[in-house]
């Protein structure tokens, strides 16, 4: 039943190529890709190809995926969704960093806060050092500047063990 | 990543030059390209790393060819590290609790500078209603940048 639904309606549906930097093509239907605002202004502009300069095939197709979940949410799937964002959050920090990038740039705004909570949520009990290593910050205060900036802030940085591992 | 660079500073004096066709227009190139492997060839540099990187688009990895698929990479990596703007980084901690914005406080002068900015503070208010934070850091603010 879904299925004839839906194919009597591919007639009247558009569809748009997204274009990874890498140079392989995507084909979506619109209404998927209008979750995406910087796409859906350059759709009312009336571009169907779309070149993306600034993200990876791999980063695409990931985002692509969260798309068409989030795509078809509706009242009765709010349970699916839930587990689906669970494990789309799961990669490595340098993973979820492209990833944050590219609905940055996209204007996903949905992604952005799910990616966004999930990083804070996963540096929440790191270390300093590990955070420093996780974001690739080098270090530029002097062994007493830090000394005094910790010992303002005693109380932050009391509370038991802090994780010092890198993922 | 240093490791890396230096080993490039090896092959490329050998690998690089006999293929740069030796017209006018590449001289001032060349003449570049020369004293970035000088800075190669100098790791007691501390910058040696990141102004490699940044030439070798343009100006090293271009003329090799077998290489140059792990030296795209290389710089891929590289850009990715160093591309996650402030901007962003601000992002994921406004969703951060006081405490731990605070601790972070220590990971460098620039989160300093800009976890303790008026602009963040604000928008970590309107996030998550926590007057703390905006005692804590505006005086903390004051603190550091009279120095």
């Known amino acids: 039943m879904a299925s004839s639904s839906s194919s009597s309606k591919t007639g009247l549906k558009k569809m748009l190529t997204l274009k990874s930097s890498d140079g392989d093509e995507f084909e979506l239907e619109?209404?998927?890709?209008?979750?995406?605002?910087?796409?859906?202004?350059?759709?009312?502009?009336?571009?169907?190809?779309?070149?993306?300069q600034n993200v990876d095939t791999k980063t695409l197709t990931?985002?692509?995926e969260y798309m068409k979940k989030h795509a078809e949410k509706t009242e009765s799937n709010k349970e699916e969704i839930k587990n689906f964002n669970k494990e789309f959050v799961k990669g490595?920090?340098?993973?979820?960093?492209e990833l944050?990038?590219?609905?940055?740039?996209?204007?996903?705004n949905g992604l952005m806060d799910l990616l966004c909570q999930s990083i804070a949520d996963r540096i929440n009990n790191k270390s300093v050092r590990?955070?420093?290593?996780?974001?690739?910050?080098?270090?530029?205060?002097?062994?007493?500047?830090?000394?005094?900036?910790?010992d303002e802030h005693k109380w932050a940085h009391e509370g038991g063990e802090f994780d010092e591992s890198l993922d | 990543m240093k490791k890396k660079q230096n080993t490039k500073a090896k092959e490329n004096p050998n690998l690089s030059q006999p293929q740069i066709p030796q017209t006018k227009k590449n001289a001032s190139s060349i003449h570049k390209m020369k004293r970035f492997e000088k800075i190669l060839e100098n790791p007691d540099q501390e910058n040696a790393g990141t102004v490699v990187v940044s030439a070798?688009?343009?100006?090293?990895?271009?003329?090799?060819?077998?290489?140059q698929k792990t030296k795209a990479k290389a710089i891929q990596e590289y850009a990715i590290a160093?591309?996650?703007?402030?901007?962003?980084?601000?992002?994921?901690?406004?969703?951060?609790a006081t405490k731990i914005i605070l601790r972070f406080l220590a990971v460098s002068k620039k989160w300093m500078y800009e976890l303790t900015s008026a602009n963040f503070i604000y928008t970590h208010l309107s996030t998550s209603p926590n007057a703390i934070l905006t005692r804590y850091l505006l005086r903390d603010r004051n603190y550091?940048?009279?120095?």
Not at chain 1, 92 to 97: H, I, N
Not at chain 1, 100 to 108: D, F, P, R, T
Not at chain 2, 144 to 147: E, F, G, I
């Open chain 1, 92 to 97: 490595s920090f340098d993973d979820q960093f």
């Open chain 1, 100 to 108: 944050v990038s590219a609905a940055n740039y996209l204007h996903i």
């Open chain 2, 56 to 67: 070798n688009c343009s100006l090293i990895v271009a003329p090799l060819k077998n290489k």
């Open chain 2, 144 to 147: 550091y940048l009279q120095k």
């Open chain 1, 62 to 64: 990931k985002i692509i």
């Open chain 2, 82 to 96: 160093e591309s996650l703007p402030q901007e962003l980084i601000t992002k994921i901690f406004q969703r951060s």
């Open chain 1, 30 to 52: 619109e209404s998927i890709v209008i979750q995406c605002q910087t796409i859906k202004h350059m759709v009312e502009d009336g571009f169907s190809l779309i070149p993306l």
């Open chain 1, 130 to 150: 590990a955070v420093r290593e996780i974001f690739n910050i080098s270090n530029d205060y002097t062994p007493d500047e830090e000394e005094k900036v910790r």
